[in-house]
Nanobody, 117 residues
Framework: QVQLVESGGGLVQAGGSLRLSCAASGSTFIIGVMGWYRQAPGNLRELVAS???????NYAEGVKGRFTISRDNAKNTVYLQMNSLKPEDTAVYIC???????????WGQGTQVTVSS
């Protein structure tokens, strides 16, 4: 009923940029917090950035100043602009959406980001 479709991942050289998008569809509910997580091989899933409906943002220390999260509430879409990418940013990036007032937690399939040195 609820689908999160991520796009924008790919292969990029160190220092390059990528812009990830995640569009929620298939159900009518008010979206609360939206965020991006990432998981590299052998590592635990970690929060990269999150954004509230009102636009308040939170970033992992390792991406501050390089990544920017934003959202378009009318389109039910969250974005992650990634600049100055480093090889250690290589991971599967996963979109997360939490509805307002409803006890639910939705995850996307993930999009691969690979940064070469």
């Amino acid at each position: 009923q609820v689908q999160l479709v991520e796009s924008g991942g790919g292969l990029v050289q160190a220092g390059g940029s990528l812009r990830l998008s995640c569009a929620a569809s298939g159900s009518t509910f008010i979206i609360g917090v939206m965020g991006w997580y990432r998981q590299a091989p052998g590592n635990l899933r970690e929060l990269v950035a999150s954004i509230t409906r009102g636009g308040s943002t939170n970033y992992a220390e390792g991406v501050k100043g390089r990544f920017t999260i934003s959202r378009d509430n009318a389109k039910n879409t969250v974005y992650l602009q990634m600049n100055s990418l480093k090889p250690e940013d290589t991971a599967v990036y996963i979109c997360n959406v939490r509805p307002l007032y409803i006890r639910a937690d939705y995850w996307g399939q993930g999009t691969q980001v690979t940064v070469s040195s």
